[in-house]
């Protein structure tokens, strides 16, 4: 390439190598935007299909039965969980959406894998390489769905003046992150009747007061306060509310069935209970509200104990 001055000194170059100049820039221009747009398409497909996977994962903790079910998920690059729960539809939606870190840097994704079976309470973004998990059966008072509570590995929590009962399932769980009383700095402190701790559980009023909001639980469902121990507030009530959702349709259903039973020759006595429970259900805006369905939920129990042929 040869470059020469013209009579006042100037460098002159000529259009060729100008246009060819232009034009390289432009190709490594090009070349790189698609190249970029190539590794955000694999990063969607991979960061989709681990979605799903976690999916899957999922399924074998719904047991059915009257049991704490656990696991964990170690995914190779540093991951985070985006957890959405949406209310519309009939029994709202459940969503997983990830973002991986590549070359040190997050790569975010629009690609969410949705379930509609599904309850996962945790904070709104978890972040990590491995997760626990572990789920818990609701019962309301028949069964309603497993809970499921996803937890990064990177935080550990220690449950102070926590009862036996408590004591002895998270013993049970056996993982690492959860801690019984020795507290280490940096630990996120859960606290039973003493204030000013970073989570504090009041068994008498049935609450939990976190990042100075209260999520509300009911008697004999500690599912629902490690529910809301491991979720923020948001994600809690949204799922509380799909929770009714379900309870609204299964009382509904075994409405149905009752009607099936008393033509065999069995009682018909829940008529009117289920119907409350499921019109009360149907009507809850707020977990504040959860002690007006559990009354209801309790009166379906009895009658259903008391009946010859059990609905469930």
Known sequence: ??????????????????????????????????????????QESISAQTGKEIGSLLNPLETGFESSQTT???????????????????????????????????????VAVSFYNKYIFSEKEIIGKKFYIFSKPFNFPFKIADLMYIVSSNERYCFVGA??????????LNQSNLILDECNEGDIQVCFGTKDCDINVNLNLNYVEKNNTK??????????????????KKIYECQIKRLMMRVEKISSLYLEKESLTQEKGCDNTLGIDLGMLSET?????????????????DNVDEGNNARRCFLW
């Open 72 to 110: 964990s998920i170690t995914i190779p690059t540093e991951t985070k969980i985006n957890n959405i729960c949406d209310i519309d539809g009939e029994f709202g939606t459940q969503s997983i959406q990830l973002d991986q870190k590549s070359f040190n840097k997050w790569v975010e994704t629009d």
């Open 215 to 232: 999520m509300y639980f009911v008697d004999d469902s500690p599912e629902l306060m490690y529910a809301a121990i491991f979720s923020e």
């Open 281 to 297: 259900a149907k009507n809850i805006e707020e977990s504040k509200e959860l002690e007006i369905v559990k009354i209801e939920a």
């Open 163 to 172: 009862t036996n009962e408590i004591e002895n399932e998270l013993s049970k």
């Open 1 to 42: 390439m040869k470059f020469k001055k013209n009579s006042k000194g100037a460098l002159e170059i000529s259009f060729g190598w100008l246009f060819a100049i232009l034009a390289g820039i432009v190709i490594i221009f090009i070349a790189l935007y698609f190249s970029s747009k190539l590794i955000n398409v694999q």
